[in-house]
């Protein structure tokens, strides 16, 4: 059966999730699509069977949905070292990406490594998600890794003290 189409009468935005392996990214894109859209299960997202044997993702996912205002195109990208490759095929269309960071274990390399990528792609907009927040119980854990995620995007010049 052939996909459903979006109207196209909203502004049509192109974003994504990036960030470390295992962070959340694919979990993230399934809770926005149960908001937003045609929900999609994580393994529907992550849907090769090599994906699914290992757990991560290795290609760039794509799903739509829209709000009352804009059409979304967005891309799952991959977060491990592997298949960064992959990662900044979809992340060079993006006029957006959100990083996905595991509150419990901060900004890790694929983290930083994303960030750069975003910068050398041309990523004018970032904003990040703290997942896993539930599993810190020290406040003070949590104001230091954001801390650490601000001053990791002030480095690659994306406004770290301006981004929510």
């Known amino acids: 059966m052939a996909k459903e189409k979006f109207e196209r009468s909203k502004p049509h935005v192109n974003i994504g999730t990036i960030g470390h392996v295992d962070h959340g ?7 926005i699509t149960k908001q937003f859209g045609d929900f999609k299960a994580y393994d529907e997202i992550d849907g090769a069977p090599e994906e699914k044997a290992r757990g991560i993702t290795i290609s760039t996912a794509h799903v739509e ?6 059409h979304y195109a967005h891309v799952d990208c991959p977060g491990h070292a592997d298949y960064v490759k992959n990662m900044i095929t979809g992340a060079a269309q993006m006029d957006g990406a959100i990083l996905v960071v595991n509150a419990a274990d901060g ?9 750069l990528l975003g910068r050398q792609v041309g990523i004018p907009y970032m904003v990040v998600y703290m997942n896993k927040v539930d599993q810190v119980d020290d406040e003070e854990l949590l104001e230091l890794v954001e801390m650490e995620i601000r001053e990791l995007l002030s480095s690659y010049e994306y406004p770290g003290d301006d981004i929510p």
């Open 65 to 70: 949905y829209e709000t009352e205002t804009r």
């Open 25 to 31: 990214k694919t979990t993230l894109t399934a809770a």
């Open 107 to 115: 900004p890790m390399p694929q983290t930083r490594e994303h960030i």
